[in-house]
């Protein structure tokens, strides 16, 4: 039976890449670099997962040796942090719904994300609310692993901190290193493509919906539990 539901959070809970690409630039410019990453860069850039790593790959790429990557990746979470204000983002449909209902059946909530952690506390500030976040069981971030996502280690700490096997928890995904992240250990998939992953592979997901909203499917996986 269904037992808890896992999160990513960029694109999954809330269209924010398009902060973060901001953020980013706005580090570049004070920091005096002549970098500024458009959409298309961005996007190309979005599949080396983790902020510090990303800036780190494009430095190698732009013979950069002399960026102090770290540095401006903590600049550029306290300026997405700034940046991540009320009405300056919504989370996606039906992703509210779904916490607040697995809630009211008893099953558990989870975040499973590459992100930095003070951003997931800001985005729940700026959105829903922080008393939300609370009801968490396990908030795994970037700084828990040793490897971001494609490699399964974060999902490994949810379920450790869950005490549950990969068939009692679902994910919910939008890109394809998160899902292979969560097939790796076989939890079973939602995937809700969103505005940078639009052209990733899905073949992975056990099932694929628009958004969170999507009446077919996980709505369902949650409905059945009430007989099951
Ligand atoms: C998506 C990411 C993140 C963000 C940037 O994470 O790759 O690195 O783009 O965040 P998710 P940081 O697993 O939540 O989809 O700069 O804090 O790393
Ligand atoms: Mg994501």
Redesign the pocket.
């Known amino acids: 039976a269904l037992r808890a539901v896992i999160f990513?959070?960029?694109?999954?809970l809330a269209e924010t890449?398009e902060l973060?690409r901001l953020a980013f630039n706005r580090t570049f410019e004070e920091a005096g670099l002549p970098w500024v990453w458009g959409r298309e860069l961005y996007g190309r850039l979005?599949k080396v997962?983790?902020?510090?790593e990303?800036l780190e790959v494009y430095a190698d790429e732009t013979g950069s040796e002399a960026v102090d990557a770290a540095k401006l990746?903590r600049r550029?979470?306290e300026i997405?942090g700034a940046f991540m204000t009320r009405g300056n983002v919504d989370l996606r449909p039906g992703i509210e719904r779904i916490m607040r209902d697995s809630l009211s059946r008893g099953i558990k909530l989870a975040i499973a994300?590459?992100?930095?952690r003070p951003?997931v506390y800001r985005l729940f500030e700026a959105t829903v609310g922080l008393d939300l976040l609370s009801e968490f069981h396990s908030i795994r971030t970037?700084e828990d692993v040793t490897h971001k996502?494609p490699d399964p280690e974060v999902f490994a700490l949810s379920l450790k901190d869950l005490g549950m096997s990969a068939d009692e928890c679902v994910v919910f995904e939008?890109?394809e290193n998160?899902l292979r992240a969560a097939k790796a250990l076989g939890i079973p998939t939602v995937a809700t493509p969103s505005i940078y992953t639009a052209c990733d592979d899905f073949s992975l997901a056990d099932v694929v919906v628009p958004h969170s909203d999507e009446p077919f499917s996980y709505r369902r996986m949650l409905a059945d539990e009430g007989g099951s």
Do not use: I
């Open positions: 990513d959070v960029d694109g999954t890449e973060h979005l997962t983790g902020g510090r990303r990746h550029k979470t997405y994300t590459t992100t930095s951003n970037g996502k939008d890109s998160g």
